[in-house]
């Protein structure tokens, strides 16, 4: 919970300087997306099966010139894999048995902080780029087994962010923008696997509407 209100608190700040600017040097933005997700084996090159999900969150963006900014997001991100498999232990530690063909869904809140470069003649184009955390929220399988999964994951999730977006202004107040993002986890998901580090990999494809700020 302290790492949640630290980053939330940092989100605010940014927020804060965005909306105290007289011109407009800021962005507010909602979106929703699609997500595919999938875990990978470090430096193995070895992936799971893909699952899919959704996106959808808020975000600031602080312009320091026409092509930099600083843009903070806070997003309810759905990732897992598809094809999985859960086991089943006596009091031992003995497997008594296993379940396949299972579908694993973790729900994150996602906060990454980014470089955002903005290019093109009208500056409509943009690259991002930066670390972001993830707060897990919460987890299913779809094989209803009743097993709390959940144990067997670590609350946190640490990883690189980037993505690509091209927005549309409609008016002097509104845009839309169209946004392909990308999530690479650099630490394990697991409290325990084996001595292996397993990791989140999370691509989307998010629509939105951003409402610049004087």
């Keep these: 919970m302290k790492k949640i209100l630290t980053t939330l608190l940092i989100l605010s700040g940014i927020y804060s300087v ?9 962005e507010f933005g909602v979106n929703i997306g699609l997500n595919t997700s999938n875990v990978s084996l470090s430096g193995s090159g070895q992936s799971t ?8 969150g808020i975000s600031g963006e602080y312009y320091f010139s026409d092509r930099w900014g600083i843009k ?6 759905q990732k897992g894999w598809g094809n999985g498999f859960i086991d089943f232990y006596d009091n031992a530690g003995n497997v008594t048995g ?5 579908n694993i ?3 994150y809140l996602t906060i990454p902080v980014m470089a955002d470069w903005h290019f093109g003649r009208m500056r409509n184009w943009y690259l991002n780029f930066g670390p972001y955390v993830g707060v897990l929220l919460n987890t299913s399988e779809s094989s209803n ?10 609350t946190t999730d640490f990883g690189l962010a980037a993505g690509i977006g091209v927005k549309f202004p409609i008016s002097k107040s509104v845009k839309l923008f169209i946004e392909a993002d990308g999530q690479s986890g650099i630490t394990n998901i697991f ?3 084996g001595g292996e580090t397993i990791q989140n990999v999370r691509s989307s494809l998010n629509f939105g509407v951003l409402f610049p700020i004087k």
């Design 191 to 193: 409290k325990d696997s």
């Design 18 to 26: 965005s909306f105290a600017q007289t011109k407009n040097t800021a």
């Design 145 to 154: 087994s009743g097993v709390n999964i959940k144990d067997a994951f670590n």
């Design 72 to 77: 903070g997001k806070l997003t309810y991100d």
């Design 49 to 56: 099966d893909y699952t899919s999900g959704f996106n959808a």
């Design 105 to 107: 869904h973790l729900n």
């Design 98 to 102: 296993t379940i396949d063909g299972v």
